[in-house]
């Protein structure tokens, strides 16, 4: 059940990378990343009052948000301000490269997991988890000739180590989700951290956008934000609840998660025409087959 579960949330997660990158064409980031934390927050907000003023339609379902104490909240403020720290390299890169090598490399997040598992949980590499590390690396290099064929160099663009920061900033949130979820509640983690999320993302807003708004490209709202926020929050339900789940692997889980890559890369090629296709794919089919090695040596 959980894995069917991971290949469900693998598919929102794939739409919320498109919704995204439509919504930041000609857009500015600041305030799309605001407005759809701030969608994802009254959609979650719903399900906090029931539990609150109503407790008892939502008490014993996956639905029903728990009280936590003053130490679970500041462990969850850190969790918002790492993912939020993700968010906001991870949606710079994607406006300003290809979603044809943005999600993709980003897909390799697992990757980096399953390697701060290694050095921070003391986790063992099987063969083939192993092998699946060496071929993604080596997708993750395919990808760099790629680029630059398309005049993007890794070394020199900003937006790929921005992409490279939000990549390793969501494979440290990955490893803090292990840590919370041994022991808080999958609903009180979502609701909490994304309200926080929130509340920071609006400071950043009012201290860094608003005053230089002028200077910058303009805002504009467009539906495929409140899609971007839709998807996001349905992908981590999802995601959050499998993890719950007896015998679940998050190892497995954020892998199979990141297979949702095939979405935004599909959509690159036949909506936007992002060139080099065929060498993408055989990139993607890399990068997939790493995370189907991961897999096997999760089993």
């Known amino acids: 059940m959980w894995l069917i579960l991971g290949f469900v949330s693998a598919l929102f997660l794939g739409s919320y990378d498109v919704s995204k990158k439509v919504s930041l064409q000609g ?43 003053l130490r679970t909240h500041l462990l969850l403020l850190l969790k918002s301000a790492i993912v939020l720290s993700s968010w906001l390299f991870g949606y710079f890169a994607l406006k300003n490269l290809p979603i044809t090598i943005a999600s993709p490399v980003h897909a390799t997040l697992p990757i980096w997991t399953v390697m701060g598992g290694v050095l921070i949980y003391g986790e063992h590499l099987s063969g083939f988890q192993a092998a699946g590390v060496v071929i993604t690396l080596i997708s993750f290099l395919m ?29 440290v949130s990955g490893l803090y989700d292990k840590y ?56 981590d339900f999802v995601y959050f609840y499998a993890l719950t789940l007896p015998d679940s692997l998050i190892s497995v889980l954020s892998t199979v998660r990141r297979s949702g890559v095939i979405v ?7 909506f936007m025409h992002d060139k080099n296709a065929k060498l993408k794919f055989i990139c993607l089919a890399g990068v997939l087959l790493g995370m189907f090695f991961l897999y096997l040596g999760s089993k």
């Open 143 to 171: 990808f760099s000739f790629v680029g630059k064929k398309e005049g993007i160099s890794f070394r020199t663009n900003k937006w790929f180590w921005f992409l490279v920061m939000a990549t390793l900033t969501g494979a």
């Open 27 to 69: 857009n500015a980031v600041i305030p799309v990343l605001l407005t759809s934390i701030l969608i994802s927050s009254l959609i979650l907000l719903q399900f906090l009052l029931v539990s609150r003023f109503q407790p008892a339609l939502l008490e014993g379902t996956i639905f029903f948000v728990p009280l936590v104490d």
């Open 264 to 270: 935004p890369f599909l959509f690159g090629i036949t």
């Open 180 to 235: 919370l979820l041994r022991q808080f509640d999958h609903m009180a983690v979502q609701v909490y951290y994304t309200f926080y999320q929130g509340i920071m993302m609006a400071l950043i807003t009012m201290f860094l956008w608003v005053p230089r708004r002028e200077k910058t490209t303009p805002y504009q709202f467009r539906w495929s934000i409140a899609l971007i926020s839709i998807f996001l929050v349905t992908a």
